[in-house]
Structure formats: structure tokens, C-alpha cells
């Protein structure tokens, strides 16, 4: 077996190393790609959506996750800065917007903070990073690097989890109004932009690498992207995971929250 079978996933379909894919090809590799590695499947979001998670567990999810919404922003001007074509520039800015807003107030990361108000969190807390776990912090700048330092298509490439983000926010929006009494309807409408948002750009990117990625290494190179993006957000899990629920403190059990982390308040009866 050579490294780049190594790589592939079981699931994606065999195609000899060195063959340019067709457009149809690439996407269904994508594709394998996101039903074997995205972090829908992590046991982690499993436990969030089935209502197995305590308060202090879902607001240290909904604390870190914010981390990766501030940083959206900065890795999609870190894009921007690197397109020459102002037809792509003009339609990549409107993702900064979707974050942003148009004024102070509007826009995901405004609404994330409507969320982690809901669940109690301190917006200060939230806003100043402190309480972050050290991988969340890392694996968000892993992600920015990437998006600096790679080619433009490889830039885009890594944005493709976006794909299979529907699928999992209607899983999670569901899930957790069935389970959580601390968790109301308008806590979480920043997912209902994203049902229709992340489609939309999701599709524009997919579109985008077909078209560019004219090379069997280019499209080798699009879907590392996938897997490396696929890798940030599970390892965020994995580290939420690891902290405050494996191991969550008690009298038998190793502490695994990290220094200066968010130590959720004991639960009443603990
Ligand atoms: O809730 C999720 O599971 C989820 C996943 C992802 C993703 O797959 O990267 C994004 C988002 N949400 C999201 O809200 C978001 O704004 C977003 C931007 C990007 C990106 O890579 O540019 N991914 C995601």
C-alpha cells in the first residue's frame, strides 16, 4: 500500500494514483470524505444532542465553539487578501458580513453571544478568551495558518465541512430543544442563518474547486484540505471531550481540565 492509499478513505471510490478525477469524481471523493471524517460523527456531538450533557458541559462546548466564530471572520479576511479577482472577492466578502453584521449587534458572532448569554456564560468571560482550552486555541489558529499559507484552492478547499453542516445543525437544533430545559428556541437562532448560509457557500466553494482544481495533484491537494479541516474540528472535540466529560472532576476521578480553563459550577446534587 503506498501513502496516498494510506490516506484514502475506505470509503472513497478507487481510482488509480495518478488519473485526473473528473469534476463528478472529485465531488464524490469530497463527499466520502465528509460522511467518513466530519465531526457530526464525533461521540462528543452525540452526547450534546441526545441531551447527555449537563449545563457546564454544553457551556463549555458553547464557550470554545465561540472561539472558532471570532476566528471565522479573521481566516476569511486572510482569504480575501489573497484573491485578485474582484467578482470572487465580492462574492467571498459577504461571508465577513454573515459574521459581522452590517452593524454592531447583527450577525453570527453577535448571535453565538445571544447563546452563551442563555446558557449563563459571562460575556466577558466569552469574549476574552480566557477559559479556552489550550487544543481549542490551537486547532482555530492551525485553521488560519492553513488558510494564510496554503494555495488559494487549497484556502477554499478547507471551507468545504460547510457541506455537511446542514445536516448536523438540524440534528443539533432538534436535539437539544428536546432535551435541555436551559436551552430555548430563540437561544439558538444563530443556526437558523447557518441553515441557509452554509448551503450557499458550500456550494459556491464546491463549484469553485471543480472548476480550478486542474491537476490530480491539485485535487490530491483540495481534498487534504478536507481532511485537515476535518481534523480541526474533531480535535476540538476530542479536547472538550477529554476535559469535561471522560473526565470530569470528581472524588475518583482525574481532573483534566486544564489550567486557567472554564470549570463549569458543580451541578446541584453533585
Ligand atoms: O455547527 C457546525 O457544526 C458548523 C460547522 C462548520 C464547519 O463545518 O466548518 C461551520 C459552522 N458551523 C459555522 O457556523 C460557520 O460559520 C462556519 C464557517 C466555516 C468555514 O470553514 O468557513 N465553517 C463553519
Redesign the pocket.
Known amino acids: 500500500m503506498n501513502a496516498h492509499a494510506i490516506e484514502t478513505a475506505p470509503s472513497e471510490p478507487r481510482i488509480a494514483d495518478d488519473a485526473l478525477l473528473t469534476p463528478a469524481q472529485l465531488e464524490a471523493r469530497l463527499r466520502a470524505i465528509g460522511a467518513e471524517r ?2 457530526d460523527k464525533h461521540p462528543f456531538h452525540a452526547l450534546l444532542h441526545s441531551g447527555r450533557l449537563n449545563r457546564g458541559q454544553v457551556q463549555a462546548w458553547a464557550l470554545n465553539r465561540f472561539e ?2 471570532r476566528c ?1 471572520p479573521l ?2 479576511a486572510a482569504l480575501l487578501a489573497r484573491i485578485e479577482d474582484p467578482d470572487l472577492r465580492r462574492i467571498w466578502r459577504q ?1 465577513i458580513v ?2 459581522d453584521g452590517e452593524r454592531a449587534g447583527d450577525g ?1 458572532i453577535a448571535r453565538w453571544l445571544h447563546l452563551t448569554d442563555a446558557l449563563g456564560l459571562d460575556r466577558d468571560l466569552v469574549e476574552s478568551g480566557r477559559g479556552l482550552l489550550p487544543a481549542t486555541r490551537f486547532a482555530v489558529q492551525a ?1 488560519i495558518h492553513f488558510v494564510r499559507e496554503r494555495s488559494l484552492l487549497e484556502a477554499i478547499a ?2 468545504l ?2 457541506l ?2 446542514p445536516n ?2 438540524g440534528q ?1 437544533v432538534a436535539g437539544m430543544l428536546a432535551h435541555y430545559d436551559f436551552v430555548s428556541k430563540p437561544a439558538l437562532a ?2 437558523d442563518s ?1 441553515l441557509h ?2 448551503p450557499q ?1 458550500a456550494h459556491f466553494a464546491l463549484d469553485y474547486v471543480k472548476q480550478h482544481a486542474r491537476s490530480r495533484e491539485q485535487q490530491d491537494a483540495v481534498c487534504a484540505a478536507l481532511r485537515f ?1 476535518c481534523e480541526v ?1 474533531w480535535s476540538m472535540l476530542d479536547a472538550l471531550y477529554l476535559a469535561y466529560v471522560g473526565n470530569a472532576p470528581g472524588e475518583d476521578r482525574i481532573d483534566m481540565i486544564p489550567p486557567g480553563a472554564f470549570r463549569p459550577d458543580p451541578e446541584p446534587g453533585a
Do not use: N, V, W
Request: glycine share 4%; hydrophobic share 30%.
Open positions: 466530519y465531526h472558532y466564530q471565522i481566516k476569511d461571508r454573515d459574521h453570527g485553521y478547507s471551507s465541512t460547510e455537511f453542516a448536523i445543525i443539533r444563530y443556526f447557518r448560509q452554509a457557500d479541516k474540528l
